[in-house]
C-alpha cells in the first residue's frame, strides 16, 4: 500500500526511468525524481494536510542555509521548537539565485517540514517599490491617467516574469513538502496591518482609489502568474491583506501586544 508523506511521517520514494535496447544494454536514463504522496489544501478558514485540519506553526527558514549538515541542525531546532512550516526566503532572488534551495527542500521533506517559497516580485523594485512611492512620484500624485500609461509599461516585464516562473517552478512540482509560493513584500501597501485594531479593515495606509486600482490589478495579474505556472500550490502575497489566497499580515512581537498574538 501507498504511504501517505505527512509533517510526522515523511514517507519518501524515488523513480528513475531506464531505457534499454532489445540486448538489455542501457541507452538512455534520466535522474531520479524524488516524490511524497500527500494532499494540501484550504477548507474555509483551515489548512488541510491528508484530510486533517492542520494548524501552521510558522518559522522564517534564515537558519536553514549552507552546508547539508548545517541545514539538518537548523531544521532539528525547528522541530524542537514546535515548527512544522517554513517560510524560506534568503534574498529578493532566493527560489532562482539561492544555491541551496535544492538541498534545503530535500531536507526538509525528509524532515516533515512543510514549505513556503519566497519568490521575486514580477516587478522591479527599484521603479515599483510601494504603491505609494510609485502613484506618489516626485512628491505629487499621479493621475489615473498617468497610472494607466504606467501600466502599460508593466506588460512587458509581468510577461518576462511569467515566462520565467512558467520554466523554473516545474522543478518543485514532485515536492510534498513544497505547499506554496509567497511575494511581494510589503508592496501592498497595508504596513500598518499588524496592528490589532487594523486587521480586517480592507484598506490600504493611504487613500486614493484610482491609484489602489491600479496598483491592487498588478499585483493581481502577478499572482496569477504564479498561479497558472503551478496550480496545484497556494500563491499569496507576504502581509498584502486580502489581495490574494491567504490573509496575511506583519506581526512583531515588539509592536504588537502579546496576548494579541
Same mark, same amino acid.
Given at each position: 500500500?501507498? +504511504? ?9 520514494? @524515488? ?13 538512455? +536514463? ?14 474555509? /478558514? ?20 549552507? @552546508? %547539508? ?52 516580485? $514580477?516587478?522591479?523594485?527599484? /521603479? ?8 506618489? +512620484? ?23 516574469? $511569467? ?19 509567497? @511575494? ?31 496598483? /491592487? ?19 499569496? $502575497? ?16 515588539? %509592536? ?6
Amino acid at each position: 500500500a501507498v +504511504e501517505i508523506w505527512d509533517v510526522n511521517h515523511p514517507n519518501l520514494y @524515488s523513480l528513475q526511468l531506464i531505457a534499454k535496447n532489445e540486448h538489455g544494454a542501457v541507452v538512455d +536514463e534520466t535522474f531520479p525524481v524524488r516524490f511524497g504522496f500527500r494532499s494540501f489544501g484550504i477548507n474555509g /478558514r483551515d489548512f488541510v494536510l491528508n484530510g486533517r485540519v492542520i494548524h501552521l506553526k510558522t518559522t522564517w527558514g534564515a537558519q536553514a542555509h549552507g @552546508s %547539508r549538515r548545517a541545514i539538518r541542525r537548523a531544521l532539528n531546532f525547528y522541530r524542537q521548537m514546535g515548527y512544522n512550516h517554513i517560510y524560506y526566503r534568503q534574498s529578493q532572488g532566493a527560489l532562482y539565485m539561492n544555491p541551496n534551495r535544492d538541498v534545503f527542500l530535500e531536507e526538509a521533506e525528509k524532515h516533515g517540514f512543510l514549505v513556503t517559497y519566497y519568490v521575486p516580485f $514580477g516587478a522591479p523594485r527599484g /521603479r515599483y517599490g510601494n504603491i505609494v512611492t510609485w502613484a506618489e +512620484e516626485g512628491g505629487r500624485k499621479k493621475s489615473l491617467a498617468e497610472l494607466k500609461d504606467s501600466e502599460l509599461l508593466w506588460r512587458k516585464p509581468l510577461k518576462e516574469y $511569467g515566462d520565467m516562473v512558467t520554466a523554473s517552478l516545474p522543478w518543485y512540482w514532485n515536492s510534498p513538502a513544497l505547499i506554496g509560493y509567497t @511575494s511581494l513584500i510589503n508592496q501592498g501597501g497595508h504596513t500598518m496591518e499588524e496592528l490589532p485594531y487594523n486587521i480586517g479593515i480592507g484598506k490600504p495606509d493611504f487613500r486614493g482609489d484610482d491609484k489602489w486600482g491600479i496598483g /491592487r490589478h498588478l499585483i493581481q495579474a502577478h499572482f496569477a502568474l504564479l498561479q497558472r505556472a503551478d496550480p496545484a500550490r497556494l500563491a499569496y $502575497g507576504h502581509h498584502s491583506h486580502n489581495l490574494t489566497a491567504v490573509y496575511t499580515a506583519n506581526m512583531y512581537l515588539g %509592536r504588537t501586544p502579546l496576548q494579541e498574538v
